[in-house]
């Protein structure tokens, strides 16, 4: 049985031989094998993020499905910086900067009298369109129907601009991932 190798053997082989050649293989083949491994951790790592955001997000909208925004009597300022605030607190410590997740984080809120009427909005060259629109549809605000936002369509939508495989999507032009989480629903009838 020449020609079946233990694994053991051809690894002492490889420490024995006193020739380059192994070790100029090695040195080709190993910056092609690390960079697709560091690409797999970090698509990853963008999916966790991506999925933590959605958790994140559909958390943070419950304030406004059962209107706890609409009647606390606070601006959409004061509303968008809490709900912000509320979803930097879930993302935990995946972005870049946590301590700067409010400003890093992108927010669009807006609501409709039907379904049809919300538009979500895109995403490019790292910025969400209409990025820092908040109108909940309080009563001060509120068109006749669906007075004090009770039972309005929502679309509230979340994003966060993060660097694609960090240490080298600084140095590469488009080396950024926008991603982006929508949810949309009918506030409860609240009173």
Do not use: W
Request: charged fraction near 10%; include cysteine; hydrophobic fraction near 40%.
């Amino acid at each position: 049985m020449r020609g079946i190798m233990h694994p053991g053997s051809l690894i002492g082989r490889f420490l024995r031989h006193k020739g380059g050649n192994p070790l100029i293989q090695f040195a080709l083949v190993a910056p092609v094998f690390f960079a697709l491994v560091f690409m797999i951790i970090d698509d990853g790592l963008a999916i966790f993020t991506q999925a933590t955001l959605d958790n994140a997000t559909r958390d943070a909208s419950r304030n406004i499905l059962l209107g706890t925004y609409q009647q606390n009597g606070s601006t959409d300022a004061t509303n968008k910086s809490n709900f912000k605030t509320a979803v930097c607190n879930e993302m935990g410590g995946l972005m870049e900067s946590q301590s700067n997740c409010t400003s890093i984080l992108q927010v669009y809120v807006n609501n409709a009298s039907s379904f049809a009427s919300l538009t979500a909005q895109t995403g490019s060259g790292g910025t969400l369109s209409n990025n820092g629109t908040f109108s909940i549809c309080q009563t001060a605000d509120c068109p006749s129907s669906g007075a004090s936002g009770v039972s309005r369509y929502v679309i509230v939508q979340a994003a966060y601009d993060r660097l694609y495989i960090p240490f080298i999507g600084r140095y590469v032009s488009g080396g950024d991932l926008l991603l982006i989480s929508t949810i949309v629903f009918q506030t409860e009838p609240y009173s």
